[in-house]
């Protein structure tokens, strides 16, 4: 290697590395998950460019992953003969992390062991999970196509810098060497790190070799051979038959395709034939990722054509509202060199992007009918999403809204667990409308004087705290028949609600407030458009309204607030 230079991390690196030894120790051996992970993403980033230039593959198209280690040395290798990386690359993608929602990210770390370590895990520690077993870490690459004398060095010890410096490389790809902290021999043994492999990448499309061992009585220890053998299946896992797959494998695929340390929540695999035909293998995850709500964040699931990685983040492939799954979508219509440009004209990812959304809800209705905290459990997390999809998807609004979970006065806590199912069936005699109230919080809902003559009557009212969802109800007016009306709107008709003596009560009191009612809009004068007599409330005196056909005053908060 020659013209060494030192930089430093990025800021955000240096306190990662720190924060991310000292939380996911207790499951360190995910690195070789991380380093595996990145080999297979490196192939099918070659795969991919060598469809246009076929010359990138310099005569070998057999893409592996090599693991070896080396007891002497106390070093462990993953070697890909992938893309690899050019040094401007090895600079910008081991150095930094480029990631949208890094600041939120940092910001939402709390000190609790346990807790960052599940944010260090949905944030995706990949590359510089080596630290945690490595006091240093050495890679070598050569970019594919690039002269083999344009190989790139680089090492860290993990400390806040790291060097690097051009080298030769005869093969190309990448191999990241780990010499391992004084603690962790465990790694040096081939019985060991097949087991974690075996474990880790057995949903690998490509072979991961290992060195044969054999025992040599004479040493008294495993001896290793010349000979490499493949360790994992080596077949793409969506393209097994089900009963083939383990729920481990599914398992250990999500953490590859998604980058999430957690297991999903639940999945569903399918073959698709027909006058369109592809197979989708898609995810729920457990939570939220930090940047749910970020334009930028990246969305979507991998593509694949006939097995061919195309790319990753493929928006088209499924709605907006549900940008939280996670997976594989490989067709077998599509060209390999389709572009985003042309996924978001074609026929064949429309009847793909249609028929993953209807999994998708069937797998949440499953999940709703049999696993029903586990639903809740999502609801928590990606409610606010699924509410988007009453306005996005009106084909299956009707789906969508039985999916949907509500605040209301019958439970009168702030638990989102009520149906409309449930609200339809305790709606009392006469009442045709399903009521609601919106609020910027749930308090702000709960304790709405619009709410009081609700209560006395029994009638069960809807308390709605979400940002989405005075936006919801201006898309999505009617279930099942009933309209929603706002119990801060006008002329709200509660009469046939009312029996006869109470009528009559009413109107006598009315009458004789008639010279109130006079006084007050003198002195109101410009400032209201009426003064009414109301029967709505039971315990306030008083409370302002909106006119039937008006803006409501939550509503027209949030467009203040965003500057209309
Ligand atoms: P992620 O895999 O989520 O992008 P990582 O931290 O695992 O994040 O890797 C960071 C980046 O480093 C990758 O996006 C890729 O650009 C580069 N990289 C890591 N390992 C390899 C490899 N074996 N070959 C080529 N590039 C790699
Ligand atoms: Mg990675």
């Given at each position: 290697?020659?013209?060494?230079e030192?930089l430093?991390?990025?800021?955000e690196?240096?306190?990662?590395?720190?924060?991310?030894?000292?939380?996911?120790?207790?499951?360190?051996?995910?690195f070789?998950?991380?380093?595996?992970?990145?080999?297979?993403?490196?192939?099918?980033?070659?795969?991919?460019e060598?469809?246009?230039k076929?010359?990138?593959l310099?005569g070998?198209?057999?893409?592996?992953?090599?693991?070896?280690?080396?007891?002497?040395?106390?070093?462990?290798?993953?070697a890909?003969?992938?893309?690899?990386?050019?040094?401007?690359?090895?600079?910008?993608?081991?150095?930094?992390?480029?990631?949208?929602?890094?600041?939120?990210f940092?910001?939402?770390?709390s000190?609790?062991k346990?807790?960052?370590?599940?944010?260090?895990?949905?944030?995706?520690?990949?590359?510089?999970?080596?630290?945690?077993?490595?006091d240093?870490?050495?890679?070598?690459?050569?970019?594919?196509?690039?002269?083999?004398?344009?190989?790139?060095?680089?090492?860290?010890?993990g400390?806040?810098?790291?060097t690097?410096?051009?080298?030769?490389?005869?093969?190309?790809?990448?191999?990241?060497?780990l010499?391992?902290?004084?603690?962790e021999d465990?790694f040096?043994?081939?019985?060991?790190?097949?087991?974690?492999?075996?474990?880790?990448?057995?949903?690998?499309?490509?072979?991961?070799?290992?060195?044969?061992?054999?025992?040599?009585?004479?040493?008294?220890e495993q001896?290793?051979k010349?000979?490499?053998?493949?360790?994992?299946?080596?077949?793409?896992?969506?393209?097994r038959?089900?009963?083939?797959?383990?729920?481990?494998?599914?398992?250990?695929?999500?953490?590859?395709?998604?980058?999430?340390?957690?297991?999903?929540?639940?999945?569903?695999?399918?073959?698709?034939?027909?006058?369109?035909?592809?197979?989708?293998?898609?995810?729920l995850?457990?939570?939220?990722?930090?940047?749910?709500?970020?334009?930028?964040a990246?969305?979507?699931?991998?593509?694949?054509?006939?097995?061919?990685?195309i790319?990753?983040?493929?928006?088209?492939?499924?709605?907006?509202?549900?940008?939280f799954v996670?997976?594989?979508?490989?067709?077998?219509?599509?060209?390999l060199?389709?572009s985003?440009e042309?996924?978001?004209?074609?026929r064949?990812v429309?009847?793909?992007?249609?028929?993953?959304?209807?999994?998708?809800?069937?797998?949440?209705?499953?999940?709703?009918?049999?696993?029903?905290?586990?639903y809740?459990g999502?609801?928590?997390?990606?409610?606010?999403?699924?509410k988007?999809?009453?306005?996005?998807?009106?084909?299956?609004q009707?789906r969508?809204a039985?999916?949907?979970?509500?605040a209301?006065?019958?439970?009168?806590?702030?638990?989102q667990?009520v149906?409309?199912?449930?609200?339809?069936?305790?709606?009392?005699?006469?009442q045709?409308?399903?009521?609601?109230?919106?609020?910027?919080?749930?308090?702000?809902?709960?304790?709405?004087p619009?709410l009081?003559?609700?209560?006395?009557?029994?009638?069960?009212?809807?308390?709605?705290?979400?940002?989405?969802?005075?936006?919801?109800?201006s898309?999505?007016?009617?279930?099942?028949?009933?309209?929603?009306?706002?119990?801060?709107?006008?002329?709200?008709?509660?009469?046939?609600?009312?029996?006869?003596?109470?009528?009559?009560?009413?109107?006598?009191?009315?009458e004789?407030?008639?010279?109130?009612?006079?006084?007050?809009?003198?002195?109101?004068?410009?400032s209201?458009?009426?003064?009414?007599?109301?029967?709505?409330?039971?315990?306030?005196p008083?409370?302002?309204?909106?006119?039937q056909?008006?803006?409501?005053?939550?509503?027209?908060?949030?467009?203040?607030?965003?500057?209309?």
């Open positions: 290697k020659k013209a060494e030192t430093g991390f990025q800021t690196v240096k306190q990662l590395l720190h924060l991310m030894i000292h939380s996911l120790y207790s499951n360190k051996e995910i070789l998950r991380e380093l595996v992970s990145n080999a297979s993403d490196a192939c099918d980033k070659l795969r991919f060598a469809i246009d076929p010359e990138l310099e070998g198209a057999d893409l592996e992953i090599r693991v070896s280690y080396d007891k002497e040395a106390r070093t462990i290798t993953i890909d003969n992938g893309i690899g990386l050019t040094k401007a690359e090895a600079v910008a993608n081991l150095g930094t992390i480029a990631r949208s929602g890094t600041k939120e940092f910001s939402q770390l000190g609790d346990q807790k960052d370590a599940q944010l260090i895990g949905q944030f995706g520690v990949g590359f510089y999970s080596s630290f945690i077993v490595a240093k870490v050495t890679v070598v690459s050569r970019r594919a196509g690039e002269p083999v004398d344009q190989a790139v060095f680089w090492e860290s010890e400390q806040g810098e790291f690097v410096a051009d080298t030769e490389k005869a093969e190309r790809g990448t191999s990241v060497t010499h391992l902290r004084a603690e465990d040096l043994s081939g019985w060991k790190l097949r087991e974690v492999l075996r474990r880790y990448s057995d949903h690998i499309s490509l072979p991961v070799l290992m060195q044969k061992e054999e025992y040599d009585s004479e040493k008294g001896v290793k010349d000979e490499w053998e493949t360790i994992n299946q080596a077949s793409a896992l969506w393209t038959a089900k009963n083939e797959i383990t729920d481990e494998q599914y398992t250990e695929f999500y953490k590859h395709v998604s980058h999430d340390f957690e297991e999903p929540l639940a999945w569903t695999h399918n073959r698709v034939e027909g006058r369109s035909e592809y197979t989708q293998l898609l995810y995850p457990k939570h939220a990722p930090f940047d749910l709500y970020d334009r930028d990246r969305r979507g699931v991998k593509l694949y054509v006939k097995r061919v990685f790319m990753d983040d493929a928006e088209q492939l499924l709605p907006s509202y549900l940008r996670r997976g594989v979508i490989d067709s077998a219509d599509l060209p060199n389709v985003r042309i996924l978001q004209e074609s064949d429309k009847s793909i992007r249609e028929g993953s959304t209807k999994r998708i809800l069937s797998l949440l209705e499953d999940l709703a009918e049999n696993r029903p905290e586990d809740a999502f609801w928590t997390e990606f409610g606010q999403v699924i988007e999809g009453t306005g996005e998807d009106m084909a299956n009707e969508i039985k999916l949907l979970r509500f209301s006065t019958h439970n009168d806590d702030a638990i667990n149906t409309l199912a449930d609200y339809i069936s305790r709606m009392k005699e006469g045709d409308a399903i009521y609601y109230v919106t609020a910027d919080t749930f308090a702000a809902a709960k304790n709405s619009h009081e003559i609700f209560r006395k009557k029994g009638l069960e009212v809807l308390l709605l705290s979400d940002r989405v969802d005075e936006w919801m109800l898309h999505f007016r009617q279930f099942d028949g009933k309209s929603f009306v706002s119990v801060a709107k006008g002329g709200l008709d509660l009469d046939k609600l009312t029996d006869e003596a109470e009528k009559k009560h009413q109107e006598e009191v009315a004789s407030l008639k010279p109130l009612l006079e006084r007050l809009k003198t002195s109101l004068g410009e209201v458009k009426e003064v009414k007599v109301t029967n709505r409330l039971v315990d306030s008083a409370c302002v309204v909106v006119g056909n008006d803006v409501s005053p939550h509503l027209l908060r949030l467009l203040k607030a965003a500057g209309q």
